[in-house]
């Protein structure tokens, strides 16, 4: 049982549609993240939140827009997406920045299938 | 930019052998973490090395983290069904990359009972 509760676990959106993925994390931890995972690729960081404040985008294309409203949520809101942004998209948690020193706590994921 | 590379890519075993994936980073970490990841879920942290030569075990797995702090490796003792799975290193450079594990691409081990 997972302390990072993801939703939907499943989502097929056209390219021209506008969705949100939501993250919610019941450990009482300060940093938050989310990930990208596609098939043979290894995972890749997309942005980093602590404390609600954005440290860290990592070159994501605009089309994918985060957004966390205190430190137990997290969203990644999708629009104008392409089929190559279909991937599982993984959120994370821990307990704080420190230099990268704790360790990262998953969510299930969002497998996105973007037609 | 970091570059962490795993191998091998896959790893098929006859259960009750032994296992070994190994993690190279392309510049020197700060610590090192390891991940598995069941079939259809999620990554699950399993331990972090921090020491140059460093050794830590957890039941039948050993982790290794090189005198140099550039390369890691798992080793598991006579696999059983139930490491089925993917096995990732995640290095940290440390500096002003907050929150910044470089993950490598993860090793599939498939266990033939």
């Known amino acids: 049982e997972t302390g990072v509760t993801q939703t939907p676990r499943h989502l097929v959106m056209g390219m021209t549609n506008k969705k949100s993925l ?3 994390q019941h450990l009482g931890h300060n940093a938050m993240y989310w990930y990208k995972q596609s098939a043979k690729k290894p995972l890749e960081l997309m942005f980093v939140y602590s404390l609600e404040e954005r440290v860290e985008n990592n070159s994501v294309p605009s089309r994918f827009s985060p957004e966390c409203p205190n430190s137990s949520h997290l969203f990644l809101h999708l629009h104008t997406l ?4 279909s991937a599982l998209y993984l959120c994370a948690s821990s307990q704080d920045l420190l230099q990268g020193w704790s360790p ?3 969510g299930n994921g969002t497998r996105l299938t973007v037609t | 930019g970091q570059q ?6 896959y790893q098929h075993v006859q259960e009750g052998e032994d296992f ?3 993690c190279n980073s392309s510049t ?6 390891w991940y598995k990841q069941r079939p259809g879920g999620h990554p699950v942290f399993l331990i972090q090395l921090v020491k140059s030569g460093e050794v830590k075990k957890q039941k039948r797995l050993t982790f ?3 005198e140099a702090k550039k390369n890691s490796s798992l080793h598991i003792t006579a696999t059983q069904t139930t490491d089925v799975g993917t096995y990732f290193c995640a290095g940290y450079a440390g500096g002003t990359s907050y929150g910044k594990l470089t993950f490598g691409q993860g090793t599939i081990l498939t266990v033939h009972p």
Not at chain 1, 82 to 85: I, T
Not at chain 2, 28 to 33: A, C, E, R, V, Y
């Open chain 2, 20 to 22: 070994t994936t190994y």
């Open chain 1, 82 to 85: 392409q089929p190559e942004d």
């Open chain 1, 104 to 106: 990262l706590h998953f």
């Open chain 1, 22 to 24: 939501k993250c919610e």
């Open chain 2, 4 to 9: 962490v590379m795993q191998i091998p890519q």
């Open chain 2, 64 to 66: 290794q983290f090189g």
């Open chain 2, 28 to 33: 020197t970490l700060s610590n090192i973490q």
